[in-house]
């Protein structure tokens, strides 16, 4: 019988030795040994994470314990390193990576007081996202979430004071590698950038062409358009809440890539980036009016859905008009009459409707309204046209001509004036300037000529 049972435990050894090698490609192929190196932890986290064993997320629920308890103290600073270390403890409890991505992001850097030390620490709160979390748990949508949210928010928004330092250094980033390239021109032109991008940026530059498939062409050095993209990322991993809330990041990115999608970066003599300039993309505006419309479709022609839309086509209009793109302007008109058959404001042509929805803003403006309106509108003209947006600054100097004509029939009857038009373009050519890069400041003789 002894020897029985012996030979019953020789055989179970020698079946559980065979299998050893086909659990480990398994382990292997399914991501389920990805354990990080335990360097830089202290002696005696190793000593207890080795002693524990199986017993190790004891030492993890012990820490985490401690971490809320830091956080709830506002010991920021001091947490940075306990996060890390439960995160190289147990990398697959995405909790973490999130708690710490967002200390990083949000609590540390308002307590810094340059720009460069605060992007610092924004930038480290993305990079435990795009570089442990999610590579570690890459069917977790909360982490996409959190990440695609840090960009929209704290970079893409304005709360922070110090926000368009965040814009240019994110800029700086994805343009020292790709430029304003397309995805999709990466892909088929420069195959050997796809891969820099990966490795470099944590960018699949397949799943960016087919977001430009289906929306348009990003500008990918724009805070939105990376932040449509870890949101749409994490979407087929999400449940219900997770997923509206990512599909408000990428409708709101999308009208943002409208208004303020294509951007220009300067540079000084040694190559370093010194300032940005964001203009509309009109090639998202189809991509916009799909998801009204696809909402139109679902819940029917409620009146906030409507008034949404109506109030999109006409920002969209107007600003086309402004920006002289015809194309996208008489697009827009088309669908305005298409939509609101009725509505008889809508019959005529796009240059008048959009002047009548110019001067709907300007009713209530008096004589220094009215100043500002017509030397914001020369600046802006002159400024674009030092980033080479000539079409777009003739139609701003057009529109200025034509408020200060709009001035001089209404006020000057009652003894109002202004300073003479050319006089107000010096005027705002100077300003430009002040504005624009070193290298991009139009010549003294222009000004001159204009005096």
């Known amino acids: 019988m002894r020897h029985l049972l012996l030979l019953i435990v020789l055989s179970c050894v020698v079946i559980n030795y065979s299998l050893v090698d086909r659990l ?68 697959r409890m995405p909790k973490i990576w999130s708690f710490n991505a967002w200390n990083l992001a949000y609590n540390i850097s308002v307590e810094l007081p340059t720009s460069a030390e605060r992007w610092n620490w924004v930038n480290q709160g993305m990079k435990v996202l795009k570089e442990k979390g999610i590579p570690y748990n890459p069917k977790c949508a ?6 695609s949210w840090i960009i929209y928010h704290k970079i893409g928004q304005y709360t922070d004071d110090h926000n368009n330092y965040y814009k240019l250094r994110l800029a700086d980033e994805i343009d020292r590698v790709m430029g304003s390239k397309s995805a999709t021109e990466i892909l088929e032109k420069y195959p050997d950038m796809a891969k820099r991008i990966k490795d470099e940026l944590s960018l699949d530059v397949s799943f960016m062409v087919e977001l430009e498939n289906r929306f348009g062409f990003f500008d990918w050095r724009f805070p939105d358009a990376l ?3 870890w949101a749409q990322k994490g979407r087929p991993f999400a449940k219900a809440n997770t997923i509206k809330n990512m599909d408000r990041i990428t409708y709101s990115g999308l009208q943002n890539c409208f208004r303020r999608g294509r951007l220009f970066i300067a540079r000084d003599d040694n190559g370093n980036a010194i300032s940005f300039y964001s203009v509309p ?15 139109l479709k679902s819940f029917g022609r409620k009146v906030g859905v409507v008034s949404a839309y109506k109030y ?19 697009i827009i008109m088309l669908k305005l009459q298409e939509q609101f058959p009725k509505d008889k404001k809508y019959k005529k042509s796009f240059n008048t409707v959009a002047q009548r929805l110019l001067m709907e803003g300007i009713k209530e403006a008096n004589r220094d309204d009215l100043y500002n309106y017509i030397t914001g509108y020369l600046t802006n003209a002159y400024v674009h046209l030092g980033w080479g947006e000539s079409e777009a600054s003739k139609q701003m100097e057009f529109i200025a001509a034509k408020l200060y004509k709009y001035f001089e029939k209404t006020f000057q009857s009652k003894g109002q004036t202004l300073p003479r038009f050319d006089l107000l ?3 705002a050519l100077r300003q430009a300037n002040m504005i624009l890069p070193h290298k991009l400041r139009m010549k003294m003789e222009l000004i001159k000529k204009m005096e």
């Open 142 to 147: 909360d982490l996409y979430e959190e990440l």
């Open 24 to 91: 480990h490609i398994q382990r292997d192929k399914n991501a389920l040994s990805a354990m990080p190196s335990l360097q830089g932890v202290p002696p005696e986290i190793i000593f207890a994470t080795t002693a524990l064993g199986a017993f190790r997320g004891l030492l993890v629920d012990a820490l985490w314990l401690r971490a809320t308890s830091m956080r709830d103290r506002g010991e920021f600073f001091e947490l940075v390193q306990l996060s890390d270390w439960i995160g190289k403890l147990e990398p």
């Open 312 to 330: 999109f086509l006409e920002e969209a209009l107007t600003t086309a008009y402004i920006y002289g793109d015809k194309k996208t302007a008489s």
């Open 227 to 229: 932040a449509i993209y």
């Open 425 to 427: 373009r010096t005027q």
């Open 281 to 295: 993309n009109f090639s998202f505006v189809n991509a916009v009016i799909k998801l009204f419309e696809a909402n």
